[in-house]
């Protein structure tokens, strides 16, 4: 099946600094991509979809100023978390849709786990 | 708005025991169900889906069939492996394809030899 990277795989930042977290499709081309946060024990929540060539969309209550999304090309797109505090410490997730023959598929990578000190 | 609720894990098996992971779900109109399984270390993969109601998805002998009446999505296998040991989600789309996924909390499945 499709493979979608992240880099880093987890990350460790001091409280005010940024930190880039990278997802790649390797092997297709993804128009859409998603970023997920999972909390311990939590569901994955969906913060915003990111569509390549435009603005990404957030879901109500995610700070776009704070989660700054990149969707550069058609296998990358990038989350910067801006001045990290504490209580972004979570993980990461991005998915990476495919379509084939009119059927949708998202495929996740492995994600990101972020610890602000 | 929409939701999925998943029967709390962890959920631990001796080899080839049967296997049931109980999916509610509440949405408006008729979403599309999905099961995500991630096994240790990787991202979550798609185990099986249905997009209406009565479907059956199948996969890698799980079954889940899709009941509107009691707006469940039952995960089951007959007969599970240590090679099972996984996290599993239920998750949920009210967009048709794959869109906003919903998920569950997910549930931790350990089988033992």
């Known amino acids: 099946g499709a493979v979608v990277s992240q880099h880093p795989s987890w990350v460790i930042c001091k409280s005010g600094t940024s930190v880039k977290i990278e997802c790649r499709s390797l092997d297709f081309q993804a128009t859409t991509m998603f970023w997920y946060r999972q909390f311990p024990k939590q569901s994955l929540m969906l913060m915003a979809t990111?569509?390549?060539?435009?603005?990404?969309?957030?879901e109500q209550g995610v700070e776009k100023d704070k989660f700054l999304i990149n969707h550069a090309s058609l296998t990358l797109s990038t989350l910067t978390v801006t001045s990290a505090h504490p209580e972004d410490s979570s993980f990461y997730i991005c998915?990476?849709?495919?379509?084939?023959?009119?059927?949708?598929?998202?495929?996740f990578g492995p994600g990101t786990r972020l610890t602000v000190l | 708005g929409n939701s999925v609720t998943q029967m709390e894990g962890p959920v631990t098996l001796s080899e080839e025991a049967f296997l049931t992971i109980n999916c509610t779900y509440t949405?408006?109109?008729?979403?599309?169900l999905f099961w995500y399984v991630q096994y240790p270390g990787e991202g979550l993969q798609l185990l099986l889906k249905?997009?209406?109601?009565?479907d059956k998805g199948s996969n890698k002998g799980f079954e889940a069939t899709y009941r509107k009446e009691t707006t469940s999505f039952h995960l089951e296998k007959g007969s599970v492996q240590v090679s099972d040991s996984a996290v599993y989600f239920c998750?949920?789309?009210?967009?048709?394809?794959?869109?906003?996924?919903?998920f569950g909390k997910g549930t931790k499945l350990t089988v033992n030899p």
């Open positions: 249905a997009t209406k109601a009565d």
């Open positions: 949405a408006t109109g008729y979403p599309s």
């Open positions: 998750a949920l789309s009210d967009q048709g394809g794959s869109e906003k996924l919903v």
């Open positions: 990111s569509n390549e060539g435009s603005k990404a969309t957030y």
């Open positions: 998915s990476a849709r495919e379509w084939i023959e009119g059927t949708d598929t998202q495929y």
